[in-house]
Structure formats: structure tokens, C-alpha cells
T-cell receptor, first 113, second 114 residues
Framework: AQSVTQPDIHITVSEGASLELRCNYSYGATPYLFWYVQSPGQGLQLLLKYFSGDTLVQGIKGFEAEFKRSQSSFNLRKPSVHWSDAAEYFCAHLTGNTDKLIFGTGTRLQVFP | DTEVTQTPKHLVMGMTNKKSLKCEQH?????MYWYKQKAKKPPELMFVYSYEKLSINESVPSRFSPECPNSSLLNLHLHALQPEDSALYLCASSQPDRDAYGYTFGSGTRLTVV
């Protein structure tokens, strides 16, 4: 079945350090991939998305992600993390020809001053 | 207007009550969604409406009844819920055109069933 996997449940970084959150997908064709962020008790905000074309995608809040077909990955990166980036991050994908957006299990990011 | 508005933000209901959750968007999106999110878990899709018609029901129990009165509104009617239905209920909308895809989520309704 089509799915996305986030191997890291919890990541802790220092403020100002670089960040990479991992997302692996299993799908034959090029998937539609997304990264969302959720602050505690809040809804989800779209950071960026990839459908096709340039494999390096720029998003909001200084985030970027790179689609690597050879590694079946779509990792999220940020060169310098701010304390306000502490949140839950979800990788997601659209399944097949449906309107179903399916989420990975999430990675909780903690930022230390 | 680039928001999805959900009301109420918090709801406490008994197992014999009937209540409704409301979701509204004015972005012209033609697809709307209900998701359920338990604590420390990812959102799980419940229903999809596309052009005001129910297109996907993820085998959700009948005690949850969705309704899409028009292209801007989505309701979720609740009846005879169980304590395990306590969760954050998220509404989202999007254009059903894949190349324009990008769900916009509301901030959710925190539901507690007692």
C-alpha cells in the first residue's frame, strides 16, 4: 500500500542549529508529497508541497525539502532553527487518483535555547 | 479570506447528546474534508466532499453524520458518541485540482465525550 514513513518520532536541536526531518515514501509513480506543521492544540499549516519539476522545493518559514526518487525520500530541512519552530511535523501524500491526503506518524521537534 | 473556520473550538457532550460541528470556508474550494486526530497521533481521514457530494467515507460509524449544505459549509452531526470518540476534529478544504492541491486546515474542535 502507498504510504509515507517518518522514522524519527522525536528530535531535539539547539536554536540556531540546522534541521533535517526525514520522510520516506513507498509508491511506484511520482507521488504528491507535502509537509505540514502543527503547533500544540492547533490545526495544520502547509509548509510546502511537491508534485513534479524541480526536486528542491522552497516553502514558508525558511523551510525547504528535496525529493530524491533514488532514495524514496522527501526530507524537510531548515538551515537555522528558531525556538518558534518547536511543533509536530507531518509528511503526507495523496493516494492514487483519490482526494485522500494520508499522513505519516509525525516527528515532534523540540528546540533548546 | 484564506481561512477555514471551525466552531465551536471546544465541545463537551454526554453520550446521549446530539451536537454538530461546523466548518466554513470562503476560498472557493470545492472539496472539503473531516479528519479525526487523537492525542499524539496523525490526523485520520473520515469524510471527503467533492462538489458538495460525499465522495469518500472511510468506514466511519453512523453516529457521525456529515452534511454539506453548500460549497462553503460542512457540518458533522454527532449522536450517541462514545468516550473513545474524544479527539480533535479537523476540517480542511482544497481545490480538487491536483496541481493546485494544498489543503487548508481549520484549527479544529476539541471534543470531549463524557
Amino acid at each position: 500500500a502507498q504510504s509515507v514513513t517518518q522514522p524519527d518520532i522525536h528530535i531535539t536541536v539547539s536554536e540556531g542549529a540546522s534541521l533535517e526531518l526525514r520522510c520516506n515514501y513507498s509508491y511506484g509513480a511520482t507521488p504528491y508529497l507535502f509537509w505540514y506543521v502543527q503547533s500544540p492544540g492547533q490545526g495544520l499549516q502547509l509548509l510546502l508541497k511537491y508534485f513534479s519539476g524541480d526536486t528542491l522545493v522552497q516553502g514558508i518559514k525558511g523551510f525547504e525539502a528535496e525529493f530524491k526518487r533514488s532514495q524514496s525520500s522527501f526530507n524537510l530541512r531548515k538551515p537555522s532553527v528558531h525556538w518558534s519552530d518547536a511543533a509536530e511535523y507531518f509528511c503526507a501524500h495523496l493516494t492514487g487518483n483519490t482526494d485522500k491526503l494520508i499522513f505519516g506518524t509525525g516527528t515532534r521537534l523540540q528546540v533548546f535555547p | 479570506d484564506t481561512e477555514v473556520t471551525q466552531t465551536p473550538k471546544h465541545l463537551v457532550m454526554g453520550m446521549t447528546n446530539k451536537k454538530s460541528l461546523k466548518c466554513e470556508q470562503h476560498m472557493g474550494h470545492r472539496a472539503m474534508y473531516w479528519y479525526k486526530q487523537k492525542a499524539k497521533k496523525p490526523p485520520e481521514l473520515m469524510f471527503v466532499y467533492s462538489y458538495e457530494k460525499l465522495s469518500i467515507n472511510e468506514s466511519v460509524p453512523s453516529r457521525f453524520s456529515p452534511e454539506c449544505p453548500n460549497s462553503s459549509l460542512l457540518n458533522l452531526h454527532l449522536h450517541a458518541l462514545q468516550p473513545e470518540d474524544s479527539a480533535l476534529y479537523l476540517c480542511a478544504s482544497s481545490q480538487p485540482d491536483r496541481d493546485a492541491y494544498g489543503y487548508t486546515f481549520g484549527s479544529g474542535t476539541r471534543l470531549t465525550v463524557v
